[in-house]
């Protein structure tokens, strides 16, 4: 082998050297980076700090459990009972860090406010809010929350939203029919006063302030903005004593809590939580909301949690 040959030879074998070094390190980062099995939650404990009785089950879930027997209620004219659809849950599942939590809360029109109330308080997310029955009476809803932590916090969390809605069925048996107060007459808003304040303009018809603010993603491809109903809105009817407030906001995942914690803060009640569509880019959600006070108010609160949303920070 002459000295051209072999100097090629030697640099090949150094490369290959180096080479196999990397992989071998490679390697050894990613098997340290798995993570090692997380650790079993502790049932019992699950079960002391939120006041139910918590099993687990065969692959490391521990759940607990809260049939709504306190109100009776009929679907379609059939008593239903708790177990065919009426019942609150919570499940927990262990993480590297601690536990993740996930559940459905039953709750009638008038313990929502102080359901999400108390999941915000104590940390956790609201992450739906919508109807399971047609023709039920009362109209019964479910709230699904999530959070992550230690478990026995999350636990305590879910029985902070379970005791606040406790708290309303004991002062008032039977759920409510009406947010209380004085209800709006029909009038004008005034649409300019409520554009100064949002910031956004306002439309002007027959006497309802409407505020819309459109959005774009993508859809199949293809390019859907505000007038596909990718859209923030508000109406404002009554009078400017005297208004309602209702509207549907638009949101992507990151943008959803802050957005409700803001409106809630104001005193608006939430009526809805959900998707309009499937496979969007990005997932957008909207929340559904109504409120009544002085217009200057309304707009002040719509305007608050328009703010919110424009203080997330984007991936």
Not at 71 to 83: N, R, S
Not at 213 to 221: A, N, S, V
Not at 228 to 248: E, I
Not at 263 to 273: E, N, Q, T
Request: net charge negative; aromatic share 6%; hydrophobic share 45%.
């Amino acid at each position: 082998m002459n000295d051209g040959r072999y100097a090629r030879f030697v640099r090949m074998r150094i490369t290959a050297i180096r080479i196999a070094g990397c992989l071998a390190a490679s390697a050894l980062i990613s098997a340290q980076s798995i993570a090692a099995p997380p650790a079993s939650l502790d049932a019992k404990a699950i079960g002391e700090a939120s006041g139910a009785t918590a099993t687990p089950t065969p692959d490391g879930v521990v759940k607990i459990g809260w049939p709504r027997t306190d109100v009776t209620v009929t679907v379609d004219g059939m008593t239903l009972p708790p177990a065919a659809g009426l019942g609150s849950w919570a499940a927990f599942a262990p993480m590297a860090t601690g536990a993740m939590v996930m559940g459905d809360t039953v709750v009638f029109e008038d313990e929502v406010d102080a359901a999400m109330d108390a999941a915000f308080t104590h940390g956790l997310s609201v992450t739906a809010l919508h109807n399971h029955f047609f023709h039920d009476t009362p109209k019964v809803y479910f709230m699904h929350i999530g959070g992550e932590g230690q478990a026995e916090s999350l636990a305590a969390g879910v029985k902070a939203v379970w005791g606040a809605i406790r708290a309303v069925r004991s002062a008032h048996p039977q759920p409510a029919t009406g947010f209380g107060g004085a209800p709006p007459t029909p009038g004008h808003v005034d649409a300019d006063a409520v554009s100064k304040i949002v910031g956004q303009p306002a439309t002007d018809s027959q006497g309802v302030a409407k505020i819309t603010i459109g959005r774009t993603g993508t859809m199949q491809g293809m390019a859907v903005a505000g007038s596909m109903g990718l859209t923030t809105w508000a109406a404002f009817s009554g009078s400017d004593a005297l208004a309602a407030m209702d509207g549907d906001f638009i949101m992507s995942a990151e943008e959803v809590q802050p957005v409700l914690q803001v409106l809630r803060k104001a005193g608006v009640h939430i009526v809805a939580l959900h998707s309009h569509m499937i496979g969007e880019h990005p997932s957008f959600y909207f929340t559904h909301f109504w409120s009544t006070g002085k217009a200057e108010d309304l707009a002040h609160a719509f305007r608050a949690a328009l703010d919110a949303q424009a203080a997330v920070k984007k991936p």
